[in-house]
């Protein structure tokens, strides 16, 4: 059986490498030279020196661990040199098509067409999609096309401004990396961040102190825990509010680095952003928070929605991406109600990873938020799927469609379409049985029910020898 994958970055490689696995014949296509995706050195969307913000042990696959001395939180460079190993490992290469662009994915009466920019087309059995949501670059149009002096670029191209030191730097835009941009700036020499963000967000930092022992953990190990389901759950609007005091006895609220930052307890979902040194920075006024909007350029700055002009040299947008999907064909893209404008949820898809609208696609990775964990359990449920067709799944049942599409126009959206991170894997790895069903008088059982949740998890059906290279994994954390 032939798959096509669309896109050779972490979520492509699993599903090559799972695809290979189970029998069948894949082929990467990847538009750009190199592999990786998003963290492509050459291709990519992250800066040079970034760092993960999950650490080593949630940002890997469960067959294939990190070094024992890989740093805790492994800069871009790393990840791709993981990524590279990870090819190596499980010979993926031969699979790889790089440098060749897909333009065209249409339906066939026994599965796809396949066309590339270069005018070539190949038919394939089933097509996976795993070209990320983060594809196009976003920019708020200015309110007037005004001339300036400003230096402006993207998110994306942070690099190509070489030298800030003691130059004044607006970052419009909140989130991940406004937030994570802002710190650099400062790091990078900026005598001055303007952070310009019509919301706020709680900020915190990528090692906390686990208070039962008094060690320092990684943010994961202290929220991707199994939790026990209660049979009187709050509503909505109280679980926000009681993940709003967690935050706030945890980290402390923000305004009390500036009061510009402030947040509110209003049952609305709570927002986050992970940074280590953003509020130390706004203490001490080499980040400037403002509470507003990009409106357009001035002569020499920008002008927020208020008509304020805020002086800067250089403007650095963190205002997101687009899905980029054109290249399905109309009929696809109207199947699954494709809209590239819809940031939260671009597509409709059980758990945004099999609409059975359009029997044989499948998508891996194609969310806000693609853990590694995940994109691994979404490839080994695709294969478990087209190899037992019979068999009753989950994510294939048609009126799941009404949850995501209730998920879809929720109001208001949560940061994430699936913000339950250990609760979509075990989903996915229920679905396929492989969640890790353990016996209470094993060294690691007590860890899989209370412990942190990493992808090796997922490889231990049957935990019956103590030298297993997935317990060995789990005992090593």
């Not at 097509?127 to 300036?148: D, H, M, Q």
């Not at 507003?292 to 208020?306: D, K, L």
Request: hydrophobic letters at 35%.
């Amino acid at each position: 059986m032939k798959i096509a994958i669309i896109g050779a970055g972490p979520a492509g490689l699993v599903a090559a490498k799972e695809a290979a696995e189970a029998g069948m014949t894949p082929t990467i296509y990847e538009k750009n030279n190199s592999i990786g995706g998003l963290w492509s050195e050459e291709d990519g969307h992250v800066w040079k020196g970034m760092r993960t913000n999950l650490s080593k042990w949630t940002c890997s696959f469960s067959d294939f661990p990190w070094p024992i001395d890989a740093e805790l939180f492994p800069k871009s460079e790393n990840v791709q040199a993981y990524l590279k190993s990870y090819c190596l490992e499980f010979d993926l290469e031969k699979h790889l098509r790089l440098g060749q662009e897909v333009c065209c994915i249409e339906t066939l009466s026994d599965g796809f067409k396949v066309r590339l920019s270069n005018k070539q087309a190949e038919a394939f059995d089933k097509v996976i999609v795993a070209s990320g949501v983060f594809s196009r670059p976003w920019l708020p149009k200015p309110k007037r096309e005004n001339e300036t002096s400003v230096v402006h670029v993207h998110s994306s191209n942070i690099d190509r401004i070489n030298d800030v030191s003691g130059r004044t730097v607006c970052v419009i835009g909140g989130s991940f990396s406004g937030i994570e941009i802002s710190q650099l700036l400062v790091e990078r020499g900026a005598s001055k961040v303007y952070f310009v963000s019509d919301s706020n967000t709680w900020v915190i930092p990528r090692r906390v102190i686990d208070e039962s022992t008094g060690h320092e953990i990684p943010i994961d190990f202290l929220f991707y825990k199994r939790k026990e389901k209660s049979v009187d759950e709050p509503c909505e609007t109280e679980t926000n509010n009681q993940i709003f005091d967690f935050f706030e006895q945890k980290f402390g609220n923000p305004g009390v680095a500036n009061p510009k930052l402030i947040l509110e307890k209003n049952g609305k979902p709570n927002f986050v952003a992970i940074s280590d040194q953003f509020l130390t920075y706004v203490k001490s006024g080499r980040i400037v928070p403002i509470r507003s909007r990009f409106s357009e350029f001035s002569s020499n700055g920008i002008v927020i929605e208020n008509g304020t002009k805020v002086l800067s040299e250089i403007a650095v947008f963190c205002t997101g991406y687009e899905c980029d999907l054109d290249y399905l064909s109309v009929h696809i893209k109207r199947a699954l109600d494709y809209n590239p404008k819809d940031k939260f949820m671009p597509f409709i898809a059980n758990r945004a990873t099999h609409n059975p609208k359009v029997s044989g696609l499948y998508f891996v990775g194609m969310y806000r938020g693609p853990y590694f964990g995940v994109m691994e359990l979404q490839a080994r449920w695709i294969m478990s799927h087209i190899q037992n067709p019979e068999r009753g799944f989950q994510l294939a049942e048609g009126n799941r469609l009404e949850f995501e599409d209730a998920r879809r126009k929720k109001t208001p959206k949560p940061q994430f379409p699936y913000g339950d991170y250990v609760g979509f894997c075990d989903e996915l790895a229920g679905d396929i049985g492989v969640f890790p069903e353990t016996c209470s008088n094993h060294s690691v059982a007590n860890l899989i029910r209370k412990g942190p949740v990493v992808p090796a998890h997922y490889r231990i059906e049957t935990m019956v020898d103590e030298n297993d290279e997935f317990v060995k994994s789990i005992k090593r954390i």
